[in-house]
């Protein structure tokens, strides 16, 4: 079955600077890969995805990049602020089917 | 409603307890997912429903646990004979349907503490 792997495990920046998560997974029939973002004692909640027929995609401060043939995703956020700071989860599926997780990353924005 | 909808909240349940978690999805969305998702970890798999029709139920760690969604909208998840290693967030989420858009939307958990 699919497996995720997301690095890092821990993120701390400078308000301001620019971080990056990134994530592998194993499925190469894997087409829809959603990040979610998950305070404390909240639920995640989507920030973006990208499916597969698409390479980039950008929403205000956040990107999202896939490579299909090295089978990696990749999450940034510029100009971070402190409240960014949460856990970032990556995801895979297909086709519809059961997201798999990635083990997440505490992103610290310090100011 | 205006989104996945949970109860309870938080229960606390003795060692052996049987308990009964209630998800409401997102009006009209026939995709309906579980999740278990222990502390400091992401959300892992536990079945899947398309209506009232469960698809995939690989990820229930053992026949305590059962779930359904006999009309095809709200879902039960019932944990039997609980344990302490079934402590934990039980996330259920929907999406519209499997092929348009993927799209899926999480509730704010069941917070389960087995003691």
Redesign the interface.
Known sequence: GENVE?HPSTLSVQEGDSAVIKCTYSDSASN?F?W?KQELG?????II?I?SNVGEKKDQRIAVTLNKTAKHFSLHITETQPEDSAVY?C?A?K??????????TILRVKS | GAG?SQSPRYKVAKRGQDVALRCDPISGHV?L?WYQQAL??????LT?FQNEAQL?KS?LPSDRFFAERPEGSVSTLKIQRTQQEDSAVY?CAS?Q???SG????????SWLTVV
Not at chain 1, 95 to 104: H, S
Not at chain 2, 40 to 45: A, D, H, R
Not at chain 2, 102 to 109: L, M, V
């Open positions: 997301q829809y959603p979610y909240k639920r995640p909640q989507l995805d499916r989860f995801a599926s086709y519809g089917n059961k997201l798999v997780f990635g083990a997440g | 996945v995709s997912f400091g970890q992401g959300p892992e798999f899947y995939d990820g996330l999406s349907d499997r092929f993927n799209t899926i939307y999480f509730g704010e958990g």
